[in-house]
């Protein structure tokens, strides 16, 4: 009688085991590695916290005129518009008009046939870049100081292609006292008498941070 209810004993305390004693034990495990992972979480929080002061009191730190500067260089955003004026500005400057502009982003560029993988790829960029057409008509002399100007200009820019063809020719005309830089006539033409005309087609490429 003793050997049965022994044996009966080590059944019901063997059933407990695997259906509760296991089964609990295995979720406690669990939330406990839970727990860890929240406590982790929320030590790279509190550690992110402190480092995103830390660089917010550097950023105020910054000369607000730089940091105008460093967004005129690189910007956060594409403003195809901006674009166009602040080139055409640039270029008025040297009495250049930009003629036939045509703007487009590199995801236009992209082969249609581009793999899964390679699509992948070039999402990974941490910037993208812009294309600016444009044909103008100009002196060689006006032309070479506008592409100083646009050098020299904190914007990133590349030159991706140049062709000239020639054109006409123009008449300086003489500058008086009254009007030292008579209407038609660019303030850098000095004493030429004629200067010939090209015609340029020009495209840029720009960068802007994703």
């Known amino acids: 009688m003793r050997l049965i209810i022994a044996i009966i004993g080590v059944m019901l305390a063997g059933g407990a085991f695997f259906w509760y004693t296991k089964p609990a034990y295995d979720n406690a495990q669990v939330l406990r590695a839970n727990i860890a992972q929240y406590d982790a979480a929320l030590d790279k929080a509190a550690e992110l916290q402190s480092l995103k002061q830390s660089l917010l009191s550097r950023f105020n730190t910054f000369n607000e005129s730089d940091i105008q500067r460093l967004q005129k260089l690189l ?10 004026l602040d ?3 640039l270029a008025a400057d040297y009495g250049i008009a930009l003629q036939n502009v045509d703007v487009s982003s590199s995801q236009k560029d ?12 070039a999402s990974n960029q941490k910037y993208d870049s812009l294309t600016f057409t444009f044909s103008t008509t100009a002196t060689y ?3 070479v100081q506008f592409l100083t100007e646009l050098e020299s200009s904190l914007r990133i820019v590349d ?21 030292p830089f008579p209407q038609g006539a660019n303030p850098t033409a000095g004493a030429r008498s004629t200067e010939p005309l090209y015609t340029y087609n020009i495209t840029l490429r720009t960068y802007w941070l994703k």
Request: net charge negative; charged share 10%.
């Open 110 to 121: 992209t082969v249609k046939g581009q793999t899964a993988l390679g699509a992948i790829g």
């Open 87 to 89: 080139l055409d500005n």
């Open 75 to 84: 910007p956060d955003h594409v403003d195809n518009v901006r674009l166009i």
């Open 159 to 179: 030159l991706v292609s140049l062709s000239i063809a020639s054109g006409a020719s123009i008449q300086s005309t003489a500058s008086s006292a009254t009007n």
């Open 141 to 143: 002399t006006e032309f």
